[in-house]
């Protein structure tokens, strides 16, 4: 079967192509594939090499020229300056303690809110599905850059008990936790790494088929029931997970 082309990739995508481009030239600069120092491909060889407008490339070079990452110099080209930085307010907490804190300057979004949600007990190997859930799609920035989405399941039982603008203002976990006559027996979180679909990207601002790390958080009561779930989808090129393995 013949490999796509990167311009088949583009076309496939509802994001912005100069988006796209702008993620990709990006990934190209932190793989190293344009190095520091090195002055990377005119406007008409990439024009040439994605099949797009010269404009189109001019935008997505504007877009990482902002970002420090370039710098263009007339009559002699356009110059990797620095490899872009990693953000730190993308990590993924791997203790209870973190899990609970909100990102500095965080905003969630709500995009959809639906009651009576169910979920399908066999996708679970931890806890009893509750009969209904109350369901969140959130969209989670900082500094108006997206960096996650989740689908949000919580207990409709504990619907009394939560306050309203708690579901656009903390964390997922956060929802359950220290909740007056409800303790989280067990919490547990999986990580497995994908690539971005075109809802996604579109989503998070990426390309079509850049990397995405899924999260699911699961929070089980002492009955065993499941009172929270959160699928969550960050994007790769912000994410880090750092796990301390002796003390």
């Known amino acids: 079967m013949q490999k796509p082309s990167s311009t088949d990739l583009l076309e496939k995508s509802n ?8 993620s990709l030239f990006r990934g190209r600069i932190e793989r190293g594939d344009w190095a520091i120092g090195a002055r990377i491909p005119t406007v008409e060889q990439l024009s040439k090499e994605f099949g797009v407008a010269g404009m189109t490339i001019r935008q997505a070079l ?3 020229e902002k970002e420090g990452l370039i710098e263009r110099f007339r009559a002699k080209g356009t110059f990797v300056r620095a490899r872009p930085e990693r953000d730190l307010w993308c990590e993924v907490q791997t203790d209870w303690n973190g899990l609970l804190m909100s990102r500095a300057d965080a905003q969630i979004e709500v995009l959809s809110d639906t009651p009576g949600a169910t979920l399908a007990q066999a996708d679970f190997d931890h806890g009893t599905v509750a009969p209904s859930y109350r369901h969140l799609r959130r969209l989670h920035r900082r500094q108006n850059v997206p960096f996650l989405v989740a689908d949000v399941f919580v207990d409709e039982k504990l619907q009394p008990l939560i306050p309203e603008e708690n579901y656009s203002t903390t964390t997922a976990m956060r929802l359950v936790s220290d909740l007056p006559g409800v303790r989280v027996a067990d919490a ?60």
């Open 188 to 247: 547990r979180q999986i990580l497995s790494v994908a690539s971005a679909d075109v809802e996604t990207a579109q989503l998070l601002q990426l390309s079509l088929n850049d990397p995405i790390v899924l999260v699911q958080r699961l929070a089980i009561d002492e009955g065993g029931r499941l009172i929270l779930v959160a699928n969550g989808i960050y994007r790769g090129d912000k994410v880090r997970i750092d796990m301390k393995l002796l003390t």
């Open 62 to 64: 504007d877009q990482i």
């Open 15 to 22: 994001v912005a192509r100069y988006i796209q481009l702008a």
